[in-house]
């Protein structure tokens, strides 16, 4: 069973440009989140999605951060426009049941905002 | 409100020792969730184990162990024989049915030969 794809591994861009990452869940997982991962602390979750219709986005700073999830399948998370303090591992996960499945996450998306 | 805290930001022991990673959570919730999860060097998470806030037994997995107790609000990772390929961060979570993973800081643990 494929995993977590998520891409591009690796960006750098500088501060104000845009970028946008893509994450691609486990076939049949209908609930999808986004996890922000600044260096050394633990993840902490931007979005969920449950199909293509968002659970929770709390936390998600939408001045700037947005995020879809088309067809119910795969997500794009952009930023617009970065600032340096978003520099961090963008982890995507998805699981089977929406309240009591284990995350599965992919390997992340790591940008450097300079 | 729900916290996870990791009080041990970092253990360094030698290949076979015994080691235990603490986790200390709070929630007023009755019906919760207990996770841990490993991060390694390739940043993808693993998860571990996951334990209902009804089932208090301990459970063994291997050299893993996890000790889970309501009075203290704690549920403990202990590794047995510890080996370098257990060197990671190990990420202790919370969750709330249908509520959001909320996860610790962990602990980052290296096992040195």
């Known amino acids: 069973e494929a995993g977590v794809a998520q891409s591009p591994r690796y960006k750098i861009i500088e501060k104000r440009q845009s970028v946008a990452f893509w994450c691609n869940p486990i076939?049949?997982?209908?609930?999808l989140y986004w996890y922000q991962q600044i260096l050394g602390q633990g993840p902490k979750l931007l979005i969920q999605?449950?199909?293509?219709?968002?659970?929770?986005d709390s936390q998600l700073p939408k001045d700037r951060f947005s995020a879809e999830r088309l067809k119910g399948v795969d997500s794009t998370l952009k930023i617009q426009p970065a600032k340096l303090e978003d520099s961090a591992v963008y982890l995507c996960?998805?699981?089977?049941?929406?309240?009591?499945?284990?995350?599965?996450f992919g390997e992340g998306s790591r940008l450097t905002v300079l | 409100a729900q916290k996870v805290t990791q009080a041990q930001t970092e253990i360094s022991v030698v290949e076979k020792e015994d080691v235990t990673l603490d986790c200390v959570y709070e929630?007023?919730?009755?019906?919760?969730?207990l996770f841990w999860y490993k991060q390694p060097p390739s940043g993808e998470l693993v998860f571990l184990i996951r334990?209902?806030?009804?089932?208090?037994q301990n459970e063994i997995s291997g050299r893993y162990s996890w000790n889970f107790q309501k009075s203290t609000s704690s549920f403990n990772f202990t590794i047995t024989a510890s080996q370098v390929v257990d060197s990671a961060v190990y990420f202790c979570?919370?969750?709330?049915?249908?509520?959001?993973?909320?996860f610790g800081s962990g602990t980052r643990l290296l096992v040195r030969p």
């Open positions: 979570a919370l969750r709330r049915s249908s509520y959001k993973l909320i």
């Open positions: 999605f449950q199909n293509n219709g968002v659970v929770d």
């Open positions: 076939s049949g997982h209908a609930t």
């Open positions: 996960a998805s699981s089977l049941l929406a309240n009591t499945g284990e995350l599965f």
């Open positions: 334990r209902n806030s009804f089932d208090e």
């Open positions: 929630t007023r919730d009755t019906t919760y969730y």
